[in-house]
């Protein structure tokens, strides 16, 4: 059997690392796959080149009929048979039924009678749907704005300065949260007023110790439990194989992201 996996080393969230080792705990349990071993296959690509991306993955299950006779033909030759399919339909290993409903519960038990939805992309707009649906439910008054393509975020946090609105729902890529947060400081818009719910689910990975001498209340949810035998195993697993090919690993059971965790 051959599970592979690609990865783009430029986001340096180890998730090659847990992919590894994931593979080596499945093959060292002789009850799981008894008759079975995975020969793991890894291919780090860049996000942006996608022509390399497609020379490094030589196969791709194809879904359409009318590849099925070349894929017949490439079969009796034994040459690869590259497919290509395109879905719009994502595919994660949590139920984001739940999690976006669980963005409403908060909300609810903040009870806040207004908020600023500020979001990154349309993909978290999607994220957010539960929360528009349950408008009502929340009887909350909701505006929205998009965070700055070029990463200059200044004048929005202004704009919603000058609404007096103190209730901001942030959702955008984990990476980005401080420097947006630096941001809504320099605008007096994180200060001892200010409530935010920060929707990601990697928030708890990060150092929120530069904003400790103020008073802005920051809402997050964590799905991982750092203290659980489950994540502490797993991330001294990562150390100590790495360590045996002469790597450091910098991570600590606190910093492991949700990904990581569903791998593993």
């Known amino acids: 059997m051959f599970p592979g996996g690609v990865f783009h080393p430029e986001s340096n ?5 847990a992919f590894q080792y994931a593979v080596e705990r499945i093959n060292m349990d002789i009850y799981l796959l008894p008759h079975s071993r995975l020969e793991r296959h890894i291919a780090n690509v860049s996000f942006v ?10 196969c791709i299950r194809p879904t359409i009929s009318s590849s099925l006779h070349k894929k017949g033909k490439d079969q009796q030759t034994k040459q690869p048979h590259p497919g290509l399919h395109f879905t719009n339909k994502p595919t994660f290993c949590i139920y ?3 999690c976006n409903q669980a963005l409403v519960d908060v909300l609810k038990f903040l009870s806040w009678k207004s908020f600023a939805i500020v979001y990154e992309s349309n993909e978290g707009l999607m994220r957010l749907q539960e929360v528009f649906k349950s408008r009502d439910k929340l ?7 998009q965070l700055s393509m070029d990463g200059d ?3 929005l946090f202004k704009d919603i300065h000058d609404s007096t609105q103190t209730h901001i729902l942030l959702d955008c890529a984990t990476d980005n949260i401080m420097n947006i947060l630096r941001q809504a400081k320099e605008v ?4 001892d007023y200010e409530n935010y719910f920060i929707t990601s689910l990697d928030a708890h990975t990060l150092d929120f110790s530069e904003f400790e001498h103020l008073q802005t209340n920051v809402t997050f949810l964590r799905l991982i439990d750092p203290n659980s035998p489950e994540v502490v195993n797993a991330v001294n697993d990562w150390v100590h194989g790495e360590r045996e090919y002469g790597r450091v690993l910098n991570i600590r059971p606190e910093t492991v992201r949700v990904c990581l965790s569903l791998m593993s």
């Open 13 to 17: 969230d180890h998730q090659d690392v």
């Open 139 to 145: 009887s909350a008054k909701i505006s929205v704005y």
């Open 153 to 155: 975020h200044r004048s």
């Open 96 to 98: 984001l039924s739940v």
């Open 188 to 191: 007096d818009m994180f200060g």
């Open 49 to 58: 080149d996608s022509f390399t991306t497609g020379k490094r993955v030589p």
